[in-house]
Nanobody
Framework: QVQLVESGGGLVQAGGSPRLSCAAS????????MGWYRQAPGKQRELVAH???????IYRDSVKGRFTISRDNAKNTVYLQMNSLKPKDTAVYYCHAGSSRFPFDYWGQGAQVTVSS
C-alpha cells in the first residue's frame, strides 16, 4: 500500500504562483509514475501533469508553460509548481501514483486551489 499526503493550495490571486507538494510513503517499489489531476465543480477529473520514473513528463495543453512537475526521489515527494494562475485553474488538485500492482492507482486526499480574479 502507498499513502499520499498533499500540502499547499488555498486561496490565491490570479497571477499567483503556489506550489503543491505530495509526500508518498509505503511500498514505493511498485510505483512507476506520479502526477497531479484536478477536478473542478461539475466537471470530470482531468490529468494536469505526470512524471514517469525515468524522468519523462507530460502536461495538459492548458497548463503547458505555466505549471512544472518535479520529483525528489530521495524524499518520495512530487511537486507541482503553478505559475500565472487563472480563475479557470480553480479546482481540487489530487496527487496520483501509478503502480504496476493492484490496486494500480493511489490518490491523495485532494487540495483545494481557488484562484480569485
Amino acid at each position: 500500500q502507498v499513502q499520499l499526503v498533499e500540502s499547499g493550495g488555498g486561496l490565491v490571486q490570479a497571477g499567483g504562483s503556489p506550489r503543491l507538494s505530495c509526500a508518498a510513503s509505503g511500498s514505493m517499489f511498485s510505483i512507476n509514475g506520479m502526477g497531479w489531476y484536478r477536478q473542478a465543480p461539475g466537471k470530470q477529473r482531468e490529468l494536469v501533469a505526470h512524471s514517469t520514473n525515468d524522468g519523462n513528463t507530460i502536461y495538459r495543453d492548458s497548463v503547458k508553460g505555466r505549471f512544472t512537475i518535479s520529483r525528489d526521489n530521495a524524499k518520495n515527494t512530487v511537486y507541482l509548481q503553478m505559475n500565472s494562475l487563472k480563475p479557470k485553474d480553480t479546482a481540487v488538485y489530487y496527487c496520483h501514483a501509478g503502480s504496476s500492482r493492484f490496486p494500480f492507482d493511489y490518490w491523495g486526499q485532494g487540495a483545494q486551489v481557488t484562484v480569485s480574479s
